[in-house]
């Protein structure tokens, strides 16, 4: 039953027209967990104090605010804010060697904490659970299901970072001829596909030449934006 139910957004992720279908699997996966974040569920004792305890980063703080759940998000900055005051007062009351002639400064606790802080995000954590399980899917469907692995061999490739994820997954799952396979399949995605947006945005570049004014857009008009995907995995 598990298998089929991560198989449907794998399928339907590589049947979309998109320049990097793990992107897409990320991006349902991330908006699913900000309307999470923002919905019931911040009311449950259990879900705030992992919202207290873990907070967000940067990018997806943005996206919670930008549900416009007011009073939701006002109540989980309220208590993570209070989280965070009491963990800071309590390891500030710890004591802290000064240097010495022979002996480092030790580092005061509260900076340990700020960076466990700033590398934990209740969004990003529930992602990566799921996310995990897609890219096994992708693996597990190359090799047992035909009909996917010709959506594989068709597909537009992968932005940079999930081309290195699926090739580093695929030398650690499989061996002989299956694992050449694979790399070789998805090397030659990446690189024709990274090469075909490149030459789209070159084309994009000499647009604004005016040699070029009566020459028709061909596929540049959107280049700037599926280079952001390939590059920098941005949809």
Known sequence: MKE??????????????CECPLCAM????????????????YMEDDIRAETDKMGFCRKHLKKIYAVENRLGFALVMKTHMD?????????????????????????????????????????????????????????????????????YLHSKGFCTAHY???????????????????????????????????DDVAWFINKFDHKYADEPWKNAKDSLTRAMTKDNSIL
């Open 4 to 17: 089929k139910i991560y198989t449907i957004p794998v399928n339907d992720a590589f049947d979309k027209d």
């Open 26 to 41: 990320y991006q349902e996966l991330e908006n699913n967990a900000v309307e999470y974040t923002m919905g019931p569920s």
């Open 83 to 151: 989280k965070v005051i009491n963990e800071i007062e309590k390891r500030n009351e710890q004591p802290v060697k000064a240097k010495t002639l022979f002996k480092k400064a030790e580092t005061p606790s509260a900076c340990d904490y700020i960076k466990e802080l700033e590398q934990s995000c209740f969004v990003c954590n529930r992602i990566q659970n799921t996310f995990e399980r897609y890219v096994d899917t992708v693996l597990h469907l190359y090799q047992s299901d035909v009909a996917f692995k010709e959506k």
């Open 164 to 198: 290195g994820m699926l090739i580093e997954r695929g030398a650690q799952k499989f061996s002989g001829s299956t694992a050449e396979n694979f790399r070789v399949d998805t090397d030659r995605l990446y690189l024709e596909n990274m090469k075909r947006v490149r």
